[in-house]
């Protein structure tokens, strides 16, 4: 199964409108929109609990609207962090049906993520 596969599994109307729905999963997404973030630094951020947190943001994550990218200490090890890539979400009700769409900007140049990963060292 592909990734692709797996968002779409996941981004269905009633997932995504629950998702805008719980003001944590909101605080996650407005926060790691400036810059990627632990869940810790969520967590301090936020006042939510990591559990709270690691919960919200697996769902973020299975609709397409959170990007897990590895972060390198200076001691070596390793941190998750999330970025947010949603863009822009619309609603229409049309034929009494309600339609969405949703944009994400995961389109990051590979160079510019090279550079921006090297830089972490």
Do not use: C, K
């Amino acid at each position: 199964m592909t990734t692709e596969e797996t968002v779409s599994e996941e981004r269905d109307f009633g997932t995504v409108v629950s998702l805008f729905g719980d003001e944590y999963a909101r605080a996650i997404l407005t926060a790691a929109s400036d810059e990627p973030l632990t869940v810790q630094e969520l967590s301090d951020m936020t006042g939510a609990s990591p559990s709270t947190l690691y919960r919200r943001v697996e769902r973020l994550v299975a609709v397409g609207f959170l990007d897990e990218q590895t972060r390198v200490r200076p001691d070596g090890h390793h941190d998750s962090v999330y970025s947010t890539v949603l863009a822009e979400f619309n609603i229409t009700l049309e034929d009494g049906r309600f339609e969405f769409e949703v944009e994400t900007g995961t389109e990051e140049d590979p160079a510019d993520r090279l550079q921006r990963l090297w830089s972490d060292f």
